[in-house]
């Protein structure tokens, strides 16, 4: 059964010359158009502070998505009926006065969406000017980007500017990740296989890893990214999303809420790292030069506008516990760098063996499964089961294979969405279950601010590491410590 379209929307988009609107967002309004998924009514209005006439504006738009969508799905006629969509205004988003004339743009009988493509800091203000010029009602919906604030005293700032316009049910925080077609997998794989369901636990699963690598630097975004670390711009929101949907308890039905509640419950399960565990329990890391994809590339300190004595860290590697009876001795270990040998995120499931061993003793290593999803890229899962190797003079020689379901594979080569696509939808749609509520926020940076903390008390330099390796060598020892490797495919 196909989800009816949702009703037609005039989408005032804040930001709109900026590089997420470029390299997401309208790439993103543009597939569902193609899709059929843009109510025919449907309208953008983007907003910046640039000097443009609609035709240039339009033009410029046209050009990006040329350059952002793939070939075979750029359709000229289609980019021009999609730019004629979208409308022009220069605005400085600190005048109130001058947000009246986003009134006179207004088709009333389109449910208003506000996106704020801008830095967090500004929410606020916009949320403030609209108000003040009355250009939404109690049924606006309002998209905001992560990172909200850089600490927990920030966010409650930005979420709190935000609460005195609107009322949480209107609130769409971003997380991309769970735009991804294979992070909602996650909730499928878990909820509809009671063969997993019934596994999920302390009783059956030895630990977890969760890898998200990325094979590019800083992509000249050193101005934000320098402020922010990966701890900030990876951790505190789509890593601890992923860690949540691996661990929380089963929802009571799919609505925004019910999950939201049971990630709220691991967020606050989550055991504090004291300055005395940093060592066991925490290793970051900054590139130094090295090689990606056959190319020598400088190292974080040396990227355009790089300050020489930032301590700022592209990699992190964290061994998480969760206090609850679920997960009672069941380590997470997570990661994730910038500048690694590949573009890749993967969540393995560590089974615990059988209680007793019959087979080769030599063996024993071999004798625990594995479930392998891959998030990006090659998106599918793998459980890794053990058979008897072939042959009359093998005996019980054991072998570890794969039972693979590569999605591209088994359900046909049709297109995965961009997360950006499915979660634009669900905003259209009016529904809140792929965004993050206000106490995930601030829970997720409560955990993170101490680690944080540690760090700035401790005054320990990150270690480093050649950009396009997997990070620093004291990642390997935060794992092999406990007698386990992060998992490597042979
Ligand atoms: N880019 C990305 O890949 C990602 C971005 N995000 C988040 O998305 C948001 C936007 O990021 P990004 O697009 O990269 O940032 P950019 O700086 O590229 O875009 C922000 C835009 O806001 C405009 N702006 C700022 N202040 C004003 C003002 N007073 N009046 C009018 N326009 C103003 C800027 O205009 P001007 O150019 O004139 O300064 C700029 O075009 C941020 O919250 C970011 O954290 C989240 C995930 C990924
Ligand atoms: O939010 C962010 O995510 C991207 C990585 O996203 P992906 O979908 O390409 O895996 C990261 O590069 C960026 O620094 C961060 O702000």
Redesign the pocket.
């Known amino acids: 059964m196909s989800e009816p379209l949702p009703a037609s929307c005039d989408l005032m988009l ?2 709109a ?5 470029r ?2 967002l309208f790439p993103a309004l543009y597939q569902l158009d193609r899709a059929g998924l843009l109510a025919e009514n449907s309208r953008i209005l983007a907003i ?3 000097d443009l006439s609609l035709e240039e504006m339009r033009a410029g738009l046209i050009e990006n998505l040329k350059a952002a969508v793939a070939d075979d799905e750029f359709d000229p006629e289609l980019a021009a009926s999609f730019a004629a969509r979208v409308d022009y205004q220069l ?4 005048d109130t006065a001058a947000f009246s004339e986003l009134n006179s743009w207004r088709n009333s009988e389109n449910h208003l969406i506000v996106y704020m ?4 800091a ?1 929410y606020g203000e916009i949320a403030r000017n609209l108000k003040d010029q009355s250009c939404c009602t109690a049924r606006t919906r309002v998209v905001v ?3 909200i604030g850089h600490d927990l005293a920030s966010s409650k700032v930005i979420n709190d500017a935000l609460a005195e316009v609107y009322d949480e049910s209107q609130l769409f925080r ?1 997380d ?1 990740y769970l735009g991804k077609e294979t992070v909602q997998n996650l909730i499928a794989l878990r909820f509809a296989n009671n063969l997993f369901a019934s596994q999920w636990d302390q009783n059956h699963i030895s630990h977890v890893e969760i890898t998200v690598a990325e094979s590019t630097g800083i992509d000249g ?1 050193w101005g ?1 990214f320098d402020k922010a670390g990966q701890v900030r711009d990876m951790i505190q929101n789509h890593l601890l999303q992923l860690l949540c949907l691996i661990a929380m308890d089963p929802p009571a039905d799919l609505s925004a809420d019910s999950i939201r509640d049971e990630k709220v419950k691991i967020l606050k399960a989550l055991k504090r790292i004291t300055p005395d565990m940093m060592g066991q329990y925490v290793v970051r890391g900054q590139y130094a030069a090295g090689a990606s994809n056959g190319k020598v590339v400088p190292g974080y300190l040396e990227e355009d506008g790089a300050d020489k004595a930032s301590l700022t860290e592209t990699f992190v590697a964290l061994k998480v516990e969760i206090d609850n009876w679920r997960w009672s001795g069941v380590p997470f270990y997570i990661r994730t760098g910038k500048r690694m040998p590949e573009k890749m995120a993967q969540i393995i499931i560590h089974f615990k063996p059988a209680p007793h061993y019959i087979f080769d003793p030599d063996q024993k290593h071999l004798a625990n499964n594995k479930l392998i999803i891959r998030l990006q890229p090659d998106e599918g899962m793998a459980l890794k089961i053990l058979t008897k190797e072939h042959g009359l003079d093998k005996g019980m020689r054991l072998r570890q294979g794969p039972l693979e379901l590569t999605f591209s594979e088994t359900f046909g080569a049709e297109r995965i969405p961009d997360a950006y696509e499915r979660l634009l939808w669900e905003v259209m749609r009016g529904s809140q279950y792929l965004f993050v509520r206000r106490d995930e926020v601030e829970h997720a940076w409560r955990w993170v601010d101490q680690i944080i903390q540690n760090w700035h008390d401790l005054g320990e330099p990150p270690k480093r590491y050649a950009a396009g390796t997997w990070g620093p060598v004291a990642s390997i020892a935060l794992i092999t410590r406990d007698g386990r490797s992060w998992y490597e495919d042979v």
């Open positions: 804040f930001g010359l900026g590089n997420l609107a390299k997401k910046a502070r640039r605005l400085d988003f600190t493509a801008t830095p967090p500004m980007e992560k990172p971003i991309h975004r934000y």
